[in-house]
């Protein structure tokens, strides 16, 4: 089992809809989450860390589960400019993030 | 603020070659970390070096080297080169002490390396 998983995807969603990702996770020690945001050919880009109480931030929410191991994202309202790749990330050591393969978002007019 | 800087942006090198890859980090943060992203993958965890020691590998071979120097900068060393390295090259720096290991990452725009 690959350490995080992800949907997917490519979601194709027209603007104004309602998309949410999904993610599980498999080290049960793991200690933070996040959701980064990566555009074509640029670099990851923090988007919301993810708490257990369940976290907004404007359109975006994010929830996680530890006893399942699930993280989500959902994006409300959907704009052209959230077209890009969605990377489900966990932090298990000092410093090491472990990615997600990510979830690329196509949002159409 | 200037945030992470990477040098170079692009790099073109052949099999066997050596390449240095190059990056500052935010100032003020004193962790850095090293990630190889491939075409249609999400970034691969290489090192992570805080106040000037290695304080993590990821499942690399040891043709991968790092050091991180005094003033927090750092670079990537990778030597014998193969057409499997070809890929976006991240670093990115944190804030966190030897306490706070929850501070997010920022990557710099990355160093595309491909090999011929």
């Known amino acids: 089992r690959k350490e995080v998983e992800q949907d997917p995807g490519p979601f194709n969603v027209p603007e104004g809809a309602t998309v949410a990702f999904n993610c599980t996770y498999s080290?049960?020690?793991?200690?933070?989450f996040f959701w980064y945001r990566q555009d074509c050919r640029k670099e990851p880009k923090l988007l919301m860390s993810?708490?257990?109480s369940g976290n907004e931030d404007g359109r975006f929410t994010a929830q996680l589960n530890r006893a399942s191991q699930y993280i989500s994202l959902l994006i409300r309202d959907s704009k052209l400019s959230d077209s890009a790749t969605y990377l489900c990330?966990?932090?298990?050591?000092?410093?090491?993030?472990?990615f997600g393969k990510g979830t690329m978002l196509l949002v159409s007019p | 603020d200037a945030g992470v800087t990477q040098s170079p942006t692009h790099l073109i090198k052949t099999r066997g070659q050596q390449v240095t890859l190059r990056c500052s980090p935010i100032?003020?943060?004193?962790?850095v970390s090293w990630y190889q992203q491939v075409l249609g993958q999400g970034p691969q965890f290489i090192f992570q070096?805080?106040?000037?020691?290695?304080?993590g590998r990821g499942n690399f071979p040891d043709r991968f080297s790092a050091r991180q120097f005094p003033n927090y900068s750092s670079e990537l060393n990778v030597n014998a080169l193969l057409l499997g390295d070809s890929a976006l090259y991240l670093c990115?720096?944190?804030?966190?002490?030897?306490?706070?290991?929850?501070?997010?990452?920022?990557f710099g725009n990355g160093t595309r390396l491909t090999v011929t």
């Open positions: 070096y805080y106040e000037k020691e290695e304080r």
């Open positions: 080290n049960s020690a793991s200690q933070s």
């Open positions: 100032s003020g943060h004193k962790s």
């Open positions: 993810v708490y257990s």
């Open positions: 990330v966990v932090r298990s050591g000092y410093s090491t993030l472990t």
């Open positions: 990115a720096s944190s804030k966190e002490d030897s306490t706070n290991y929850n501070s997010p990452l920022h």
